[in-house]
């Protein structure tokens, strides 16, 4: 199924966030910016087989990024240069109360400066390294999180020794809602590290849901499970409203 087109094309509106070591906001926080909606129309529905995929085309403006994880799409490169928009059922989320950490771990905490949104294209390009097995991200997909970045969606965690930047992971925030897009390590543990302060960071601003997309051994180990699609779509529709039940309760 493709997408149709609706409306114009939107313009960038920009927000940017520092942090210091421990991950406190620095001073002008800015509210992130709701975009104009999206010339594309993607479809609520599910996959019709076993692939994941939902629909091709559209483009990567924030205002169609937004929309898509809004229904619990997110999107990939496919062959010929065009996007894929997917919806994994069942799909891989880490319980906030349930993220499991190691003593070793523990060890790593203590041992790394974490930063977040000091150093975002670094981050995505580094999950973007072509040596990485699998790798799919493209310089489309890093021009378009660097706009949803500068728009106050995207964000990042930053893992340094020093000043070497050994780790990190990056995805994007919606309300109670976010969506671990990727993550890289360059150092024992740094990716780990990046996840503990995402969950915490989560846990102390009214998050919800961190959706992982797919589960893996790796992603397991530290807490991941798989949920149903319906189930996700439920918790999504939650997450995602400024005014959700669980955290007016």
Known sequence: MCVRRRGEKMLEQG???MTNANGMSLPHEITPVEPDPSRWVLPPDGPTDDSALVAIGGDLEPGTLLNAYRIGL???PVPRRRIGWFSPDPRGVIPLDQL????SLRRSLRRYTVTRNHA???VVVNCADPRRPSG?????????YNNLHLTGWAHSFEIWDADELVG?????RINHFFAGE????HATDASKVALVHLVDWLNNTGGQ?????WTTEHLVSLGAIDISRTDYLELLKDAVSPNSRKNDG
């Open 100 to 103: 499991s950490i190691s003593r």
């Open 182 to 185: 990727s993550m890289f390590h």
């Open 209 to 213: 849901l961190l959706d992982v997309q």
């Open 120 to 122: 975002f294209n670094d």
């Open 136 to 144: 799919w991200i493209d310089r489309s997909i890093i021009n378009a």
């Open 15 to 17: 927000a940017y966030v």
């Open 168 to 172: 990190g992971l990056y995805g994007v």
């Open 74 to 76: 997110f999107p990939m």
